[in-house]
């Protein structure tokens, strides 16, 4: 099926990676968005994103993982730039580390899987971490493979890469509706009128997705999650080495974090039940919610307690109802495939995406698609026990 053409909806890591890997593969790839791309309002446009291999007893992220960080290594060397930083990352456990709980089964399976973590007992958190006020986390360990990468300067280089391979990127070409010949997808109606044929039509519009495909409501819906970013003035103490990648007690309380830019510019996002609203809606994060920051702070960062805040917003989650991604034919509708549904961790396999998307269109073997593909809705899992 090579030289197919194919329509694109959407231009965020998603799209942005999935346009670039057909056109390599010899596809006509249009890549539409209302733009400009990056998207100021897209989920992947971000001064960070973690990047992390740790996801409790999961295997399957991890291993899925271990091969992005290889693209991720591969992306650093041809963009000469890196924009992927290997900190290392911290993760604080709530209490005793015990069989079950989230950092315990990370830890064991990352010695499984060949890994170096590092448990680190209270007494050596805080003499190795001391912005940390550790009382209410009695260990934890140092994964020094995970990192940070700058997301939106990610997604701005595989646009740029994909236009320089040919494919034709329509910034301000929003999509309206698929265009049906009979059962299949034929093409897409963009919102100024135009009518555009394709043979393929991939739906990547995150939050975006199951308001403009109502069919998807039933699998996944839009998510407002708080991220904040606050000024630090001592730089050095917020930068590796006393400061890397933080998740703290992660599972349970969804607070986790970044290094200090440079510039002092500190981000902290937490990742709790979130606020459940269309993505074209107004965002606005609680009006508690700085309140909520500030005493997350002075119970384990107490340094940042009073730090200013420079901006803050709300960034949409598109949740499935399982967690894991939507990579998958429309089983009722050939010519139709949706890939989304990041469900707030879909960033750091940036590198791994577009291969899987574009050997699911070509309906070629791929050893992680199976986890994404079209699937009923089964009893909701521990809703919030995912990670970001
Ligand atoms: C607060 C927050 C923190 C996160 N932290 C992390 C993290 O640390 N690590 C990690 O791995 N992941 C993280 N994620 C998840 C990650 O950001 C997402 O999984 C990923 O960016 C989703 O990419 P996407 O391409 O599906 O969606 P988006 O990046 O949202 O892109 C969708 C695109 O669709 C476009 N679009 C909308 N409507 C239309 C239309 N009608 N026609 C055409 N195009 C349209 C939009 O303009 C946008 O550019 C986080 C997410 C949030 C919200």
Request: aromatic share 12%.
């Amino acid at each position: 099926m090579a030289n197919s053409s194919i329509i694109i909806v959407g231009a965020g890591v998603f799209g942005a990676a999935a346009a670039l890997e057909l056109r390599k593969r010899g596809h006509e790839v249009v890549l539409l968005d209302p733009g400009p791309i990056p998207h100021v309002l897209a989920s992947s446009t971000d001064i960070s994103k973690v990047l992390r291999m740790d996801y409790g007893a999961d295997e399957f992220y991890m291993e899925l993982m271990e091969a992005a960080f290889r693209g991720w290594e591969a992306w650093n060397e041809s963009w000469g730039t890196p924009l992927f930083h290997q900190t290392g990352m911290l993760l604080l456990a709530g209490g005793t580390m015990n069989p079950g709980g989230f950092e315990y089964d990370s830890l064991e399976l990352l010695r499984k899987r060949g890994h170096q973590p590092e448990h680190l007992p209270a007494d050596q958190l805080m003499e190795r971490f001391p912005a940390w006020d550790t009382k209410e986390y009695p260990e934890g360990y140092i994964n020094p493979r995970a990192g940070w990468a700058e997301s939106g300067e990610v997604v701005a280089r595989l646009i740029s890469q994909g236009k320089t391979l040919g494919v034709d990127v329509r910034g301000g070409s929003a999509f309206a509706s698929t265009l049906d010949d009979g059962s299949r997808v034929a093409g897409v109606r963009t919102t100024d009128g135009q009518q555009l044929k394709a043979e393929y039509v991939i739906v990547a519009a995150g939050s975006w997705t199951p308001s403009l495909l109502p069919l998807m409501e039933e699998f996944m819906w839009a998510v407002g999650q708080p991220v904040f970013h606050f000024l630090v003035e001592d730089v050095a103490a917020y930068q590796p080495p006393n400061f890397v990648i933080w998740g703290a007690d992660m599972s349970n309380s969804g607070w986790y974090g970044f290094p200090a830019l440079d510039d002092g510019t500190l981000k902290v996002a937490n990742h709790g039940p979130g606020k459940r609203q269309s993505a074209g809606a107004p965002r606005e994060v609680d009006a508690d919610a700085e309140d909520k920051f500030r005493a997350f702070f002075r119970s384990a960062l107490p340094g940042l307690a009073e730090a200013p805040m420079i901006s803050n917003r709300l960034c949409m989650y598109c949740d499935t109802w399982d967690g894991d991604f939507w990579i998958d034919h429309d089983p009722d509708r050939p010519g139709l495939l949706i890939a989304t549904g990041g469900s707030g961790h879909g960033f750091k396999f940036a590198p791994m995406l577009g291969p899987i998307i574009a050997d699911v269109l070509e309906g070629k073997p791929n050893r992680f698609a199976h986890r994404f593909k079209w699937r009923a809705r089964g009893e909701l899992k521990t809703e919030y026990a995912r990670y970001s």
